[in-house]
T-cell receptor, first 117, second 109 residues
Framework: EAGVAQSPRYKIIEKRQSVAFWCNPI?????LYWYQQILGQGPKLLIQ????????DSQLPKDRFSAERLKGVDSTLKIQPAKLEDSAVYLC???????????????FGSGTQLSVL | QQPVQSPQAVILREGEDAVINCSSS?????VHWYRQKHGEAPVFLMI?????EQKGHEKISASFNEKKQQSSLYLTASQLSYSGTYFC??????????FGAGTTVTVRA
């Protein structure tokens, strides 16, 4: 079974530039998550999609971050403009997305390590 | 609301045991445990639902104390492969997962 695919693996940009990350979840997984993991901290949820609808984006800095999941499959996370504090690993995860509300196992991608200089 | 994990770090020799705790100030629906090795993605270990059920994965097991709103992860007879950072994730009735800051486990030969 193919896992969650993310690209690029690494990205270095200067502050005020824009950047985009791509995620392809496991086939058939309805729920997709973007997490931000700052060095030494646990993953922090930025946005959660159920198919192509947003379930939770309460911690997404909407003045600079945006995300979309067209056709309920792939997803793109964008930062524009980037700040120094955005340096982190951006993890994408997916889960089955059962229509019955229940706890589900998350499958994570390898992440994109972003350095903002 | 982010759970609190303790200890922050632990160093073990192969064959030793360790316990990692995860606490919440609110009533929990479930607790997830993941392990992340350096530079890799977090990998799922187990989910515990409220009810005090104990689960296991290899020689790693966990319990969920509903009264204390706490989960404990037990590393028994640790192996070198157990090294990594262990994260607990907690869910309330809204099924939104929040992760703790992690516990770094180093197992030495």
């Amino acid at each position: 079974e193919a896992g969650v695919a993310q690209s690029p693996r690494y990205k270095i940009i200067e502050k005020r530039q824009s950047v985009a990350f791509w995620c392809n979840p496991i086939s058939g997984h309805a729920t997709l998550y973007w997490y931000q993991q700052i060095l030494g901290q646990g993953p922090k949820l930025l946005i959660q999609f159920q198919n192509n609808g947003v379930v939770d984006d309460s911690q997404l800095p909407k003045d600079r971050f945006s995300a979309e999941r067209l056709k309920g499959v792939d997803s793109t996370l964008k930062i524009q403009p980037a700040k120094l504090e955005d340096s982190a690993v951006y993890l994408c995860a997916s889960s089955l997305g059962s229509p019955i509300a229940t706890s589900e196992k998350l499958f994570f991608g390898s992440g994109t390590q972003l350095s903002v200089l | 609301q982010q759970p609190v994990q303790s200890p922050q770090a632990v160093i073990l020799r192969e064959g030793e045991d360790a316990v990692i705790n995860c606490s919440s100030s609110k009533a929990l629906y479930s607790v997830h445990w993941y392990r992340q090795k350096h530079g890799e993605a977090p990998v799922f270990l187990m989910i515990l639902l409220k009810g005090g059920e104990q689960k296991g994965h290899e020689k790693i097991s966990a319990s969920f104390n509903e009264k204390k709103q706490q989960s404990s992860l037990y590393l028994t007879a640790s192996q070198l492969s157990y090294s990594g950072t262990y994260f607990c994730g907690t869910e309330f009735n809204d099924y939104k997962l929040s992760f703790g800051a992690g516990t770094t486990v180093t197992v030495r030969a």
